[in-house]
């Protein structure tokens, strides 16, 4: 079963970039497409962006493409998103997903079986 442990977030001022991590193991990374959803506060948790196994495919919600790259490096078995031109609703607890398969998951909390507990990104005006 694959763990997963997300780091980078923290505090940003809109306008600015942060990249946030997650790091896997307990598997072959390159087996799982990955994903990455945010959680705010009083709302549910929804579909920020999501990568193939092997990099080669990716999507992105509306709110942030343009804005946010997903990524990833499997032979350090970690994700990326990596937040630019940042805006205060962005604020947010982010966690990365992950579905065993090589194409690109859906946009829903359904599609993926295993979770990070999430880190913290607060975009201040």
């Known amino acids: 079963q694959v763990q997963l442990v997300e780091s980078g977030g923290g505090l940003v001022q809109a306008g600015g970039s942060l990249r946030v991590s997650c790091r896997a193991s307990g598997d072959t990374f390159s087996h799982y497409a990955m994903a990455w959803f945010r959680q705010a506060p009083g709302k549910d948790r929804e579909f920020v962006a999501a990568?193939?196994?092997?990099?080669?495919?990716?999507r992105y919600d509306d709110s942030v493409n343009g804005r946010f790259t997903i990524s990833r490096a499997n032979a350090k078995n970690t994700v990326y998103l990596q937040m630019n031109s940042v805006k205060p609703e962005d604020t947010a607890v982010y966690y990365c997903?992950?579905?065993?398969?090589?194409?690109?998951?859906?946009?829903?909390?359904?599609?993926?079986?295993?979770w990070g507990q999430g880190t913290q990104v607060t975009v201040s005006s």
């Open positions: 990568i193939s196994g092997l990099g080669g495919s990716a």
């Open positions: 997903a992950c579905r065993y398969g090589a194409s690109v998951p859906g946009r829903s909390t359904n599609d993926y079986t295993a």
